[in-house]
Protein backbone atom coordinates (compact mmCIF):
# COMPACT_ATOMS: atom_id res chain seq x y z
CA UNK A 1 0.00 0.00 0.00
CA UNK A 2 1.59 3.32 -0.97
CA UNK A 3 2.02 5.35 2.34
CA UNK A 4 -0.67 8.43 2.54
CA UNK A 5 1.34 11.73 1.20
CA UNK A 6 -0.78 13.41 -1.06
CA UNK A 7 -4.00 15.35 -0.28
CA UNK A 8 -5.42 16.43 -3.35
CA UNK A 9 -9.33 18.33 -3.12
CA UNK A 10 -11.76 18.87 -5.74
CA UNK A 11 -14.67 21.17 -5.03
CA UNK A 12 -17.86 20.12 -6.07
CA UNK A 13 -19.62 21.04 -9.40
CA UNK A 14 -22.51 18.89 -9.02
CA UNK A 15 -25.64 21.24 -10.48
CA UNK A 16 -28.80 22.23 -8.45
CA UNK A 17 -29.92 18.07 -7.97
CA UNK A 18 -32.73 17.51 -5.47
CA UNK A 19 -33.97 14.41 -3.91
CA UNK A 20 -37.46 15.42 -5.78
CA UNK A 21 -35.24 14.72 -9.04
CA UNK A 22 -34.82 10.90 -7.92
CA UNK A 23 -31.71 11.00 -9.27
CA UNK A 24 -28.19 12.73 -8.54
CA UNK A 25 -24.84 13.36 -10.17
CA UNK A 26 -21.96 11.08 -9.04
CA UNK A 27 -18.66 9.36 -10.26
CA UNK A 28 -18.73 5.88 -9.75
CA UNK A 29 -16.23 3.28 -9.93
CA UNK A 30 -17.48 0.83 -12.63
CA UNK A 31 -14.64 -1.72 -13.21
CA UNK A 32 -11.81 -1.06 -11.21
CA UNK A 33 -7.72 -1.53 -12.45
CA UNK A 34 -5.73 1.04 -13.72
CA UNK A 35 -6.67 4.51 -13.73
CA UNK A 36 -6.49 5.31 -17.30
CA UNK A 37 -9.00 2.59 -18.01
CA UNK A 38 -12.12 3.84 -19.68
CA UNK A 39 -14.38 3.06 -16.84
CA UNK A 40 -12.45 3.06 -13.27
CA UNK A 41 -14.21 6.36 -12.67
CA UNK A 42 -17.10 7.32 -14.81
CA UNK A 43 -19.56 10.28 -14.67
CA UNK A 44 -23.20 8.67 -14.09
CA UNK A 45 -26.67 9.64 -12.67
CA UNK A 46 -27.91 7.38 -9.29
CA UNK A 47 -30.79 7.04 -7.02
CA UNK A 48 -30.56 9.36 -4.66
CA UNK A 49 -29.83 8.02 -0.77
CA UNK A 50 -32.97 7.10 1.18
CA UNK A 51 -33.38 8.51 4.11
CA UNK A 52 -31.60 10.04 6.55
CA UNK A 53 -33.17 8.01 9.57
CA UNK A 54 -31.43 6.71 12.95
CA UNK A 55 -28.10 8.46 13.19
CA UNK A 56 -28.09 9.43 9.57
CA UNK A 57 -27.38 13.21 8.10
CA UNK A 58 -28.15 13.50 4.54
CA UNK A 59 -24.97 15.69 3.56
CA UNK A 60 -25.09 17.55 0.59
CA UNK A 61 -21.17 17.41 -0.42
CA UNK A 62 -19.03 20.53 -1.28
CA UNK A 63 -15.68 19.82 -1.49
CA UNK A 64 -13.80 15.80 -1.03
CA UNK A 65 -10.15 15.09 -1.21
CA UNK A 66 -8.45 12.16 -2.01
CA UNK A 67 -6.26 9.72 -0.63
CA UNK A 68 -4.37 6.51 -1.28
CA UNK A 69 -7.36 4.44 0.00
CA UNK A 70 -9.39 6.08 -2.87
CA UNK A 71 -7.00 4.85 -5.06
CA UNK A 72 -6.16 1.41 -3.29
CA UNK A 73 -10.39 0.35 -3.41
CA UNK A 74 -10.65 1.88 -7.07
CA UNK A 75 -7.90 -0.20 -8.07
CA UNK A 76 -9.17 -3.22 -6.61
CA UNK A 77 -12.37 -2.69 -7.22
CA UNK A 78 -13.57 -3.67 -4.19
CA UNK A 79 -17.87 -3.42 -3.81
CA UNK A 80 -20.28 -3.22 -5.86
CA UNK A 81 -20.59 -2.53 -9.33
CA UNK A 82 -20.80 1.43 -10.07
CA UNK A 83 -19.62 2.01 -6.77
CA UNK A 84 -19.33 5.51 -5.21
CA UNK A 85 -15.81 6.21 -3.97
CA UNK A 86 -14.76 9.09 -1.72
CA UNK A 87 -14.28 9.57 2.05
CA UNK A 88 -13.02 12.89 3.20
CA UNK A 89 -15.39 15.34 2.64
CA UNK A 90 -17.36 18.88 3.76
CA UNK A 91 -20.53 20.22 3.11
CA UNK A 92 -23.88 21.24 4.64
CA UNK A 93 -26.72 19.32 6.20
CA UNK A 94 -29.67 19.02 4.49
CA UNK A 95 -31.76 16.93 6.52
CA UNK A 96 -30.77 14.70 9.82
CA UNK A 97 -32.74 11.40 11.28
CA UNK A 98 -35.21 10.92 13.94
CA UNK A 99 -32.21 9.86 16.53
CA UNK A 100 -29.86 12.79 15.49
CA UNK A 101 -28.66 15.07 18.54
CA UNK A 102 -25.19 16.54 17.72
CA UNK A 103 -26.35 18.57 14.50
CA UNK A 104 -29.07 20.17 12.67
CA UNK A 105 -29.97 21.65 8.86
CA UNK A 106 -27.86 24.47 7.72
CA UNK A 107 -24.82 23.04 9.60
CA UNK A 108 -21.45 22.96 8.01
CA UNK A 109 -19.66 19.53 8.78
CA UNK A 110 -16.73 17.66 7.63
CA UNK A 111 -15.84 14.08 7.98
CA UNK A 112 -13.64 10.92 6.72
CA UNK A 113 -16.90 8.90 5.96
CA UNK A 114 -17.07 5.14 6.39
CA UNK A 115 -15.26 2.35 4.07
CA UNK A 116 -18.84 0.28 4.21
CA UNK A 117 -21.04 3.02 2.89
CA UNK A 118 -21.67 4.48 -0.57
CA UNK A 119 -18.90 7.45 -0.58
CA UNK A 120 -18.66 11.58 -1.16
CA UNK A 121 -17.85 11.89 -4.95
CA UNK A 122 -21.30 12.24 -5.34
CA UNK A 123 -24.25 15.38 -4.74
CA UNK A 124 -25.62 14.32 -1.51
CA UNK A 125 -24.44 11.24 0.99
CA UNK A 126 -25.48 9.51 4.06
CA UNK A 127 -23.39 9.71 7.14
CA UNK A 128 -23.75 8.57 10.63
CA UNK A 129 -23.47 11.61 12.79
CA UNK A 130 -21.07 10.36 15.35
CA UNK A 131 -18.55 10.95 13.00
CA UNK A 132 -18.83 13.86 11.58
CA UNK A 133 -17.80 17.12 13.11
CA UNK A 134 -18.58 20.60 12.55
CA UNK A 135 -16.50 22.72 10.19
CA UNK A 136 -13.50 25.18 11.52
CA UNK A 137 -14.57 28.54 10.90
CA UNK A 138 -12.17 29.72 9.79
CA UNK A 139 -11.50 27.39 6.78
CA UNK A 140 -13.47 27.37 3.99
CA UNK A 141 -15.12 23.78 2.60
CA UNK A 142 -12.02 23.15 0.24
CA UNK A 143 -9.49 23.50 3.08
CA UNK A 144 -11.50 21.38 5.36
CA UNK A 145 -12.65 18.60 3.32
CA UNK A 146 -8.39 17.76 3.55
CA UNK A 147 -8.37 17.84 7.12
CA UNK A 148 -11.03 14.55 8.55
CA UNK A 149 -9.28 11.26 7.35
CA UNK A 150 -5.37 12.16 7.99
CA UNK A 151 -6.57 14.55 11.57
CA UNK A 152 -8.26 10.88 12.40
CA UNK A 153 -5.77 8.78 11.66
CA UNK A 154 -2.70 11.33 13.46
CA UNK A 155 -4.84 11.64 16.39
CA UNK A 156 -5.81 8.29 17.05
CA UNK A 157 -1.97 7.09 16.52
CA UNK A 158 -0.46 9.15 18.84
CA UNK A 159 -2.90 9.42 21.56
CA UNK A 160 -4.65 6.19 21.36
CA UNK A 161 -2.20 3.83 19.87
CA UNK A 162 1.45 5.28 20.89
CA UNK A 163 -0.42 6.64 24.20
CA UNK A 164 1.02 9.93 24.43
CA UNK A 165 -0.23 12.79 26.71
CA UNK A 166 0.60 16.01 27.33
CA UNK A 167 2.91 15.37 30.10
CA UNK A 168 5.12 12.71 27.52
CA UNK A 169 8.64 13.66 27.25
CA UNK A 170 11.07 12.10 25.02
CA UNK A 171 11.95 11.37 20.58
CA UNK A 172 9.09 10.56 18.20
CA UNK A 173 10.25 9.52 14.52
CA UNK A 174 7.85 9.81 12.11
CA UNK A 175 8.02 7.64 8.85
CA UNK A 176 6.07 9.49 6.00
CA UNK A 177 6.61 12.73 7.54
CA UNK A 178 5.41 15.08 4.35
CA UNK A 179 2.89 12.97 3.76
CA UNK A 180 -0.64 13.81 4.89
CA UNK A 181 -0.68 11.87 8.22
CA UNK A 182 2.35 12.85 9.10
CA UNK A 183 1.45 16.41 8.53
CA UNK A 184 -1.33 16.63 10.70
CA UNK A 185 0.67 13.82 13.37
CA UNK A 186 4.05 16.52 13.87
CA UNK A 187 1.19 19.24 14.32
CA UNK A 188 -0.64 17.22 16.85
CA UNK A 189 2.85 16.30 18.59
CA UNK A 190 4.40 19.32 18.71
CA UNK A 191 1.27 21.14 20.28
CA UNK A 192 -0.35 18.68 22.66
CA UNK A 193 2.81 16.97 23.59
CA UNK A 194 6.32 17.31 24.94
CA UNK A 195 7.85 14.79 22.45
CA UNK A 196 10.77 15.75 20.26
CA UNK A 197 9.78 15.31 16.42
CA UNK A 198 12.71 13.92 14.46
CA UNK A 199 10.96 13.59 10.32
CA UNK A 200 12.48 11.19 8.19
CA UNK A 201 12.33 13.40 4.65
CA UNK A 202 14.28 13.76 1.54
CA UNK A 203 13.82 15.87 -0.88
CA UNK A 204 14.48 19.46 -0.27
CA UNK A 205 10.94 20.58 -0.37
CA UNK A 206 9.51 17.23 1.61
CA UNK A 207 12.30 18.72 4.16
CA UNK A 208 11.18 22.20 4.36
CA UNK A 209 7.46 21.43 4.67
CA UNK A 210 8.10 18.97 7.49
CA UNK A 211 10.41 21.77 9.42
CA UNK A 212 7.16 24.37 8.46
CA UNK A 213 4.69 21.34 10.32
CA UNK A 214 6.91 21.75 13.37
CA UNK A 215 9.46 19.18 13.14
CA UNK A 216 12.62 19.62 15.17
CA UNK A 217 15.18 18.02 13.44
CA UNK A 218 14.62 16.13 9.73
CA UNK A 219 16.86 13.09 8.31
CA UNK A 220 17.49 11.93 4.84
CA UNK A 221 15.77 8.15 4.78
CA UNK A 222 18.07 7.53 1.76
CA UNK A 223 21.41 8.70 3.50
CA UNK A 224 23.36 5.96 4.87
CA UNK A 225 24.26 6.99 7.85
CA UNK A 226 20.31 7.47 8.75
CA UNK A 227 20.59 5.45 11.48
CA UNK A 228 23.46 6.84 13.46
CA UNK A 229 22.41 10.24 12.56
CA UNK A 230 19.04 9.24 14.62
CA UNK A 231 21.10 7.52 17.07
CA UNK A 232 22.77 11.03 17.59
CA UNK A 233 19.78 13.10 17.86
CA UNK A 234 17.90 10.67 20.80
CA UNK A 235 21.44 8.65 22.57
CA UNK A 236 18.99 6.86 24.71
CA UNK A 237 17.08 6.08 21.93
CA UNK A 238 13.63 6.83 20.08
CA UNK A 239 10.93 6.36 21.73
CA UNK A 240 7.81 5.91 20.16
CA UNK A 241 7.65 5.71 16.09
CA UNK A 242 5.03 6.74 13.69
CA UNK A 243 5.71 4.48 10.88
CA UNK A 244 3.44 5.41 7.27
CA UNK A 245 6.14 3.66 5.31
CA UNK A 246 7.43 0.32 7.18
CA UNK A 247 8.66 -1.90 4.86
CA UNK A 248 12.44 -2.31 4.76
CA UNK A 249 12.46 -0.36 7.68
CA UNK A 250 11.80 -2.85 10.48
CA UNK A 251 15.63 -3.34 10.77
CA UNK A 252 16.05 0.64 12.07
CA UNK A 253 13.58 0.99 14.32
CA UNK A 254 14.95 -2.38 16.09
CA UNK A 255 18.38 -0.33 16.12
CA UNK A 256 17.30 3.13 17.09
CA UNK A 257 14.47 2.79 19.65
CA UNK A 258 15.08 2.30 23.28
CA UNK A 259 13.53 -0.83 24.67
CA UNK A 260 10.33 -1.39 25.68
CA UNK A 261 9.01 1.59 23.04
CA UNK A 262 6.03 1.73 20.90
CA UNK A 263 5.21 2.06 16.87
CA UNK A 264 2.32 2.77 15.70
CA UNK A 265 1.80 1.65 11.80
CA UNK A 266 -0.83 2.56 8.89
CA UNK A 267 0.63 0.30 5.90
CA UNK A 268 -0.25 -2.70 4.39
CA UNK A 269 2.83 -4.77 4.41
CA UNK A 270 2.58 -8.42 4.17
CA UNK A 271 5.71 -9.60 4.49
CA UNK A 272 7.54 -7.69 8.01
CA UNK A 273 10.27 -9.35 10.23
CA UNK A 274 8.12 -8.18 13.61
CA UNK A 275 10.49 -10.92 15.14
CA UNK A 276 13.20 -8.22 14.82
CA UNK A 277 10.95 -6.23 17.74
CA UNK A 278 11.56 -8.81 19.97
CA UNK A 279 14.92 -8.23 21.34
CA UNK A 280 14.34 -4.85 22.47
CA UNK A 281 10.46 -6.28 23.70
CA UNK A 282 9.29 -3.43 21.39
CA UNK A 283 5.51 -3.07 20.81
CA UNK A 284 3.49 -2.52 17.11
CA UNK A 285 0.27 -1.29 17.09
CA UNK A 286 -1.67 -0.94 14.23
CA UNK A 287 -4.05 2.16 13.02
CA UNK A 288 -6.97 1.80 10.99
CA UNK A 289 -9.31 4.87 10.95
CA UNK A 290 -12.12 3.63 9.66
CA UNK A 291 -12.39 0.68 11.92
CA UNK A 292 -14.59 2.55 14.66
CA UNK A 293 -17.54 2.88 11.95
CA UNK A 294 -16.82 -0.33 9.86
CA UNK A 295 -17.31 -2.39 13.17
CA UNK A 296 -20.13 -0.03 14.48
CA UNK A 297 -17.62 0.61 17.86
CA UNK A 298 -18.97 1.37 20.57
CA UNK A 299 -17.26 4.59 20.89
CA UNK A 300 -17.81 5.56 17.63
CA UNK A 301 -18.88 9.28 19.01
CA UNK A 302 -14.95 9.82 19.72
CA UNK A 303 -14.26 10.26 16.03
CA UNK A 304 -16.86 13.40 16.19
CA UNK A 305 -15.27 14.86 19.36
CA UNK A 306 -11.48 14.20 17.99
CA UNK A 307 -12.88 16.22 14.69
CA UNK A 308 -14.68 18.87 17.17
CA UNK A 309 -11.20 19.41 19.01
CA UNK A 310 -9.39 19.55 15.51
CA UNK A 311 -11.63 22.40 14.37
CA UNK A 312 -11.25 24.28 17.77
CA UNK A 313 -7.74 23.92 17.14
CA UNK A 314 -7.47 25.38 14.02
CA UNK A 315 -10.42 28.20 14.75
CA UNK A 316 -7.59 28.96 17.47
CA UNK A 317 -4.55 28.86 14.73
CA UNK A 318 -3.02 26.37 16.25
CA UNK A 319 -3.07 23.68 13.62
CA UNK A 320 -3.43 24.15 9.49
CA UNK A 321 -4.74 22.78 6.55
CA UNK A 322 -2.45 20.59 4.58
CA UNK A 323 -4.09 21.23 1.34
CA UNK A 324 -1.17 21.63 -1.80
CA UNK A 325 -3.28 21.04 -4.66
CA UNK A 326 -6.41 21.88 -5.36
CA UNK A 327 -9.10 20.61 -8.83
CA UNK A 328 -12.19 22.26 -9.38
CA UNK A 329 -15.13 20.27 -9.99
CA UNK A 330 -15.88 16.45 -8.62
CA UNK A 331 -16.58 14.75 -11.62
CA UNK A 332 -14.48 11.84 -14.06
CA UNK A 333 -11.99 13.61 -15.33
CA UNK A 334 -10.46 16.10 -12.26
CA UNK A 335 -10.82 12.69 -10.15
CA UNK A 336 -8.66 11.03 -12.62
CA UNK A 337 -6.17 13.73 -12.35
CA UNK A 338 -6.37 13.60 -8.58
CA UNK A 339 -5.89 9.78 -8.51
CA UNK A 340 -2.67 9.90 -11.14
CA UNK A 341 -1.41 12.12 -8.93
CA UNK A 342 -1.76 10.30 -5.56
CA UNK A 343 -0.62 7.35 -7.19
CA UNK A 344 2.73 9.12 -8.04
CA UNK A 345 3.89 8.56 -4.33
CA UNK A 346 5.27 12.19 -4.49
CA UNK A 347 2.88 14.75 -3.01
CA UNK A 348 3.49 16.35 -0.08
CA UNK A 349 0.71 17.46 2.41
Not at 103 to 116: H, L, N, Q
Not at 183 to 197: E, H, N, P
Not at 275 to 282: E, N
Request: glycine share 10%; aromatic share 6%.
Amino acid sequence: MMTVDTKTDTKTDMGTDTDTARTMRAVVNRAGGPIDGPESLMDARVPVPQGPNGHDLLVRVEAVSVNPVDVKVRASHRGSRDGILGYDASGTVERVGEEVTLFRPGDEVFYAGDITRPGSNATLQLVDERIVGHRPRRLDATDAAALPLTGLTAWEALFDKLRLTRESTGTLLVVGAAGGVGSMLIQLATRLTGMRVIALASRPESADWVRRMGADHVVDYRDPGCAKRIQALAPGGVDAVFSAGSKGNIGLYAKVMRPFGRIAAIDDEWHLDWYALKDKALSWEWEFMFARSKHHAADMVRQHDILEQIAHMIDAGDLVSTVTTRFEGIDAAHLRRAHALVETGHGIG
